[in-house]
Nanobody, 127 residues
């Protein structure tokens, strides 16, 4: 049983920083590539950042580059998303995804590749 639980979302002001956390349980965390996606009202789910199984490779969307940092701690089975200089357009529900079929260096960016998801955490950025 794969279980992902996100936390850390809240209401912040534009320009603030926020760190989201995704805790995994019930499976071999090191076997999965992990990613953060987000979905704003009326929009499709989009990738924000992804990280491969051992943390050596990452991917960032254009909107996340230079502002967000994804990291993972395989011992603690956690994935973090550090978000700086938040903007109103970052307002969305943020979801943690796991691709348990990923090869070691793979950094999948398509939502369809991720077979497990958390329940999401709301981030609201007020301008």
């Amino acid at each position: 049983q794969v279980n992902l639980v996100e936390s850390g979302g809240r209401l912040v002001q534009a320009g603030d920083s926020l760190t989201l956390s995704c805790e995994a349980s019930g499976w071999a965390f090191t076997r999965a590539a992990m990613a953060w996606f987000r979905q704003a009202p009326g929009k499709e789910r989009e990738i924000v950042a992804a990280i491969n199984r051992n943390g050596a490779r990452t991917y960032y969307s254009d909107s996340a580059k230079g502002r967000f940092t994804i990291s993972r701690d395989n011992d603690k089975k956690t994935v973090l998303l550090q978000m700086n200089n938040l903007k109103s357009e970052d307002t969305a529900i943020y979801y943690c995804g796991a691709d348990t079929n990923a090869i070691l260096l793979s950094v999948p960016i398509e939502a369809a590749r991720y077979d497990y998801w958390g329940q999401g955490t709301q981030v609201t950025v007020s301008s």
